[in-house]
């Protein structure tokens, strides 16, 4: 036995012994302490001095003496953290672990023994500083068809604002942790099953956005990721790592409501915003009206305003019909499918003391808000043509739903867009940003063409005929839609600039694109003509140079593809320049909407602008001929994307390999 606690002391990690009557020093250091310190072993024993206290760092000797005096107390196991300065002056994290013990003399020892976690508390430092610097909430919840939580860590608890839990009180946390659709608010429930449908049926974690009720009744914004996992009993779970975005998303709100107010300022004389579950209403947009200017902006309970405003203006015979719009706006009636948003005529005195007719229409925002819109009717001894297209105008504010646009056309040929939602921006090929850039600066007809799928010639018959329809695919509700343009001057007699606003046609127009079975294995055909199939069913590319660009991917086996590149293959005798830039830009969307609308972005990867094929998310005859992977010699018959002349290069290297 005593040679075997010697051997221990001379290989343990950091072995060490203390004699902890006072004053507590070391008595005995062992080899594997004087390597890790680069300390003798008669520099850390001293009989004058502690020599390894002084080696401890200076901002952690005061606890290390404590817990030394601690350890003195009885016969126990204790652990401490501190750092060490080393001889050549770096600075090591150790964790000493020490068991005290009393000799028969009656002197207290404690063996110990040292381990170098400087790695981990670097990597916890860096978490922490992750964690402090871009704080996300993390949660994981059951697979079932009512998920229950099962953990959710404090940043997500904050997220939520839970309250502290009081004895005799709910305890909230725990009441959301049974069921999470508490968490949800109810227009948003269906939308949130279905992002768990995917999470649970893809690969990879599924990423979006979603609004969330915290426990206090507001509402928040996040933005995460969920995807289906294991749990340490080896069941499955979903987790979820979530950031808040709530005031990046109102900001975003307030800039797109802006707009949106900006292409209705064109055909509405005023614009009231109806919150229904604050019951206030606020006017967004007075006109010339000098009584509601200084009003702009002001949140005012919806009773006594719309009383006040009554009785100021509208005729006393129209007032009680005006009561029962409102009225049944807030207790939110739904409409009946395909129905115009609910609207009412009335007799009102304009700001000049004018006695006007009237006609009001509730828009609706979302589920808590409305926009009322109103406008004096033209009197009908004015311009007929002007009313007639005004009224067409009105007409569009009015069935306004998920798809807006609104820009001008002015007699140089300068488009300047006012508005557009999302989907419509997409239509035409822009981003949100680019979109806020040309509201400043315009653009060409040509320019604006080229990022969009209406060709010029639909786009000037637009302008000649002043009607025009075209379709999108629209990647939320899977369905392609229709959108209808109308194209108007403003003004009679004014200049020969045009209004042109597009909105979502609806109706029977629309189809739901059938659903692709769960099995979306992609597989590429690359011998003879170029094809892509998800599944059993093909792709079928609406853009010839999209399917190009796919194709171009494939033959580069996975390396990224340069914008440079790529336009020097799909357009070889054009220069490369800002023109054929903005048009591989627009190929390039087309082929992500593509793939977005089978399912199966993920075979893309973007980087910086540069794109490539992921391999091992296709199936490819190239590929697998390639590999030498077993019967693909037979796939190779003497031709290769066929389509394309620049696949000659590789066509002559694959035969090479047949020689």
């Known amino acids: 036995m005593p040679q075997t606690e010697n051997l221990l002391r001379q290989d343990a990690c950091g072995y060490h012994r203390y004699c902890l009557d006072s004053p507590a020093r070391l008595c005995h250091a062992g080899p594997d302490l004087c390597r890790m310190t680069g300390y003798r072993e008669d520099q850390l024993v001293r009989r004058e001095t502690d020599g390894y206290a002084l080696a401890v760092h200076p901002a952690d000797r005061e606890g290390y003496a404590r817990w030394l005096e601690e350890l003195a107390r009885k016969e126990q196991t204790l652990t401490r953290d501190y750092r060490l300065v080393k001889q050549d002056g770096g600075v090591i994290w150790v964790r000493d672990t020490a068991v005290s013990r009393k000799s028969p003399e009656g002197i207290m020892t404690g063996e110990s023994v040292l381990c170098d976690i400087t790695d981990l508390k670097r990597e916890n430092e860096d978490l922490r500083f992750l ?53 949800i608010p109810m227009e948003e429930r269906r939308r949130f099953s279905r ?168 828009i609706k925002v979302d589920e808590a808000a409305s926009l009322y819109c109103c406008r004096a009717v033209p009197d009908p001894e004015g311009d007929e043509a002007v009313r007639a297209e005004n009224a067409q105008l009105k007409e569009l504010a009015r069935r306004f739903t998920d798809g807006l646009a609104a820009f001008e056309v002015t007699a140089k040929g300068l488009v300047k867009p006012l508005y557009a939602s999302e989907n419509i921006c997409e239509f035409f090929g822009y981003t949100e940003e680019e979109w806020l850039g040309l509201m400043e600066r315009g653009a060409p007809i040509e320019s604006f063409i080229a990022y969009s799928e209406a060709s010029r010639e639909d786009f000037e018959a637009l302008l000649r005929n002043g ?131 089978y399912g199966i972005p993920e075979v893309i990867e973007t980087v910086d602008g540069k794109r490539r094929i992921v391999p091992e998310k296709v199936s490819c005859d190239l590929y697998d001929h390639l590999s030498g992977r077993e019967g693909s010699e037979r796939l190779f018959k003497g031709s290769y994307l066929t389509n394309y002349s620049w696949g000659e290069t590789t066509l002559a290297e694959l035969a090479g390999r047949g020689l």
């Open 131 to 183: 964690g402090e610097t871009i704080p996300c909430g993390f949660l994981r919840c059951t697979c079932e068809k009512q998920p229950r939580i099962t953990y959710m860590n404090r940043r997500m608890e904050e997220i939520f604002r839970f309250p502290d839990a009081r004895e005799g009180e709910l305890d909230y946390l725990e009441l959301y942790k049974s069921n999470i659709f508490l968490m």
């Open 195 to 362: 992002f768990l449908d995917r999470a649970w049926s893809a690969d990879a974690p599924v990423a979006g956005e979603m609004t969330l009720l915290r426990c206090d009744g507001t509402r928040a914004r996040i933005f995460g990721w969920v995807t289906r996992g294991v749990n340490e009993a080896g069941e499955e779970e979903f987790q979820t790592v979530c950031m808040d975005v709530t005031q990046r998303y109102r900001e975003r709100k307030a800039a797109e409501t802006k707009r949106y107010l900006k292409a209705l300022a064109e055909v509405y004389d005023r614009i009231f915003r109806f919150d229904i579950p604050a019951n206030t209403v606020t006017c967004l947009y007075g006109g010339e009206s000098p009584a509601l200017r200084p009003l702009e902006g002001v949140a005012m309970q919806t009773d006594d305003a719309v009383e006040k405003w009554m009785a100021g203006s509208v005729v006393p015979e129209d007032r009680e019909r005006l009561r029962a719009f409102i009225r049944d706006h807030g207790q939110n009636k739904p409409n009946e499918p395909g129905a115009r948003p609910p609207q009412l005529q009335y007799r009102a005195r304009s700001s000049t003391g004018e006695l006007k007719r009237y006609t009001g229409v509730f």
């Open 467 to 597: 009607e025009a329809e075209f379709s999108y695919f629209d990647y939320r509700t899977e369905t392609r839609r229709r959108i209808k343009a109308i194209c108007s001057q403003k003004e009679s007699g004014g200049p020969a600039s045009r209004f042109v606003m597009l909105y979502s046609a609806g109706g029977a127009g629309e189809e739901k694109e059938k659903r692709l079975p769960e099995n979306r294995a992609v597989s590429i055909r690359t011998f003879g003509y170029f094809d892509v199939f998800v599944g059993e069913k093909p792709i079928a590319f609406r853009n010839k140079k999209s399917k190009e660009l796919f194709a171009l991917l494939v033959d580069r086996k996975g390396g990224y593809v340069t914008s440079e590149e790529a336009i020097s293959f799909l357009w070889e005798e054009e220069p490369i320049n800002t023109v054929t830039l903005a048009r591989y830009r627009k190929v390039a969307l087309r082929l992500k909407n593509t793939l977005e609308e």
